[in-house]
């Protein structure tokens, strides 16, 4: 079908399009970057097939087998950072209770964290909003590195950026570049260039003043010959009447220094591609070990039987060309049948295999021991793995906190554009995503520790009921107060009561929602 390629980059008329505004994209010198990184998360290149060439000189192609090490890294830390138990409250419960039933409804964790484990093998991942107007529904879309084309960027993040996708349009394949812009709507276009004839007869974008206003969606469509498509339905310019960016970048906590002053992320995996290549190496020798090393038979002539193969020639019955276990002996009538079986070195190959384990687990930040195959014979509780793994710990912290601003800052602008559709909600006011850390930490012992500070007065209950059970500042006073009268009458059963069923959370993150965020100078 037309337009379904192996892989999708941003083509090199919508780069085009996009300098005739006045853009500069830095998307140009990461690409070789990006590229890299995607191939090792897919295994492919030249490390994996390659050609050899034998004694008597023939080439023949080699195939090196893999466990995909790239993918793993990078699904692990997705499946550690984000789950179903990710939750994200606001100052107002009504806000709140609205994102918990649209995240049900559309599967936002799910795919958010498929976006996880795509910007930390490419180093950059992204959502932005997407608004059907005429439904009146807002939906937010994950992109990975490839699609992602920063517009508008200094040390403190992006402010504007463009996204770039295959859509197809009445059978036919198109290039549909969405840019989220800050300023006037009629800030940005020309009448010439709104109608895709240049950017000559108008301002250059760099030029307008974007310093005011809401964000807004500009949206073009390109065939696959380059040239400008209008399909039905699509709003050219889109107002969001959201102040705040209308789209989060997704990275991993690792500097990038590949590029210096890029916008865009590093692959968790980028240091680590050496021991990416020593897991693969071992587990082929390996895996090549165990085939080369299966017993072989070797039987006398005269135990074989034979046909005529319809040309005049006899094959020996019922084993082929194809058999490399039975051998037969030809012109022999003693030791009818003798049996080789090679000595394995498999033992020796599997410790280089463990110790390859390690040093990526380790490279990547899961620390030496979370790829140990020699440690996982018994469960652990979150307390062994916390005491045993640190490294795991504090880099599970860090990317935390590189994520939690992304999740918060694309959930206040969800709820702007909602706004904007004539949903009543008010105010988010505080933004708190609160992540599940029970898999590496002892949650239980926590909540028995804040219990404890409960009870000699250094924590207020509405505080626990707010960090545990997610629960707006009113909500839990209500709640706490509640729990208050009921300890009163039960005695000591209150505390067991209060803790009881409260749900797996550990630690909050909290973003100030009080002021418009930073401009971009």
């Not at 090549?288 to 017993?295: A, F, L, R």
């Not at 505390?495 to 993150?509: F, L, T």
Request: aromatic letters at 10%; a negative charge; one cysteine or more.
């Amino acid at each position: 079908m037309q337009g379904l390629d192996d892989e999708y980059w941003v083509p090199e008329h919508v780069r085009e399009w996009l300098r005739s505004l006045g853009f500069s994209l830095p998307l140009e010198d990461m690409e070789p970057h990006i590229r890299a990184w995607d191939r090792w998360m897919r295994a492919l290149g030249d490390f994996y097939d390659y050609r050899d060439t034998d004694g008597v000189g023939r080439v023949y192609e080699v195939h090196r087998r893999s466990i995909h090490p790239a993918m793993r890294v990078c699904r692990e830390w997705g499946s550690l950072l984000l789950n179903d138990r990710t939750q994200v409250a606001c100052e107002e419960q009504a806000c709140t209770d609205w994102l918990a039933a649209w995240m049900a409804r559309t599967g936002f964790l799910a795919s958010a964290q498929e976006c996880v484990v795509r910007a930390f093998g490419l180093g950059t991942g992204a959502w932005a909003l997407w608004v059907d107007a005429g439904a009146g529904e807002v939906r937010v879309r994950r992109y990975d590195a490839r699609m992602v084309v920063p517009l508008t960027w200094d040390e403190e993040g992006v402010t504007e950026c463009a996204f770039v996708t295959r859509a197809f349009w009445r059978g036919r394949a198109v290039d549909q570049v969405q840019l989220h812009l800050k300023g006037a709507a009629s800030a940005f276009f020309s009448p010439g260039e709104s109608l895709g004839e240049g950017a000559g007869a108008g301002p250059s974008r760099l030029t307008d003043d974007a310093s005011e206003g809401s964000y807004r969606i500009v949206t073009a469509c390109f065939d696959r010959d380059g040239n400008r498509v209008e399909p039905e339905g699509v709003c050219p310019v889109y107002d969001t009447g959201s102040v705040w960016p209308t789209f989060a970048l997704v990275k991993p906590a690792v500097d990038n220094t590949r590029v210096d002053m890029s916008p865009y992320g590093q692959s968790v995996f980028a240091d680590a591609v050496d021991a990416i290549q020593a897991v693969d190496l071992c587990y082929d020798a390996m895996m090549s070990e165990i085939d080369n090393g299966k017993m072989r038979v070797f039987l006398s002539d005269v135990m074989f039987d034979v046909e005529r193969d319809g040309k005049g020639g006899r094959v020996s019955i019922p084993f082929g060309r194809q058999d490399c276990t039975v051998f037969r002996k030809v012109m022999s009538t003693e030791d009818t049948i003798h049996e080789f079986a090679p000595t394995l070195r498999t033992e020796a190959q599997a410790r280089a295999f463990r110790v390859a384990l390690q040093t990526l687990g380790d490279l990547c930040g899961f620390g030496i021991n979370y790829f140990d195959l020699e440690n996982v014979g018994y469960v652990k509780t979150a307390t062994e793995v916390s005491a045993d793994n640190s490294a795991l710990m504090r880099n599970i912290r860090r990317h935390e906190h590189a994520l939690e601003g992304a999740i918060a800052g694309i959930c206040r602008a969800l709820l702007a554009a909602e706004r904007r559709l004539g949903v009543e909600l008010p105010g988010e006011g505080l933004v708190r995503v609160t992540f599940d850390d029970s898999i590496i930490t002892d949650t239980t012992a926590e909540k028995r520790q804040d219990m404890d500070e409960v009870a000699a007065g250094l924590l207020e209950p509405w505080e626990y009921r707010a960090k545990w059970y997610g629960e707006d500042e009113v909500s839990a006073k209500r709640g706490g107060a509640s729990s208050g009268s009921v300890a009163d009458r039960n005695g000591s059963e209150g505390g067991n009561a209060a803790q009881d069923g409260v749900p797996g959370r550990v630690r909050r993150r909290e973003e100030r929602a009080t002021a418009a965020p930073a401009q971009m100078r």
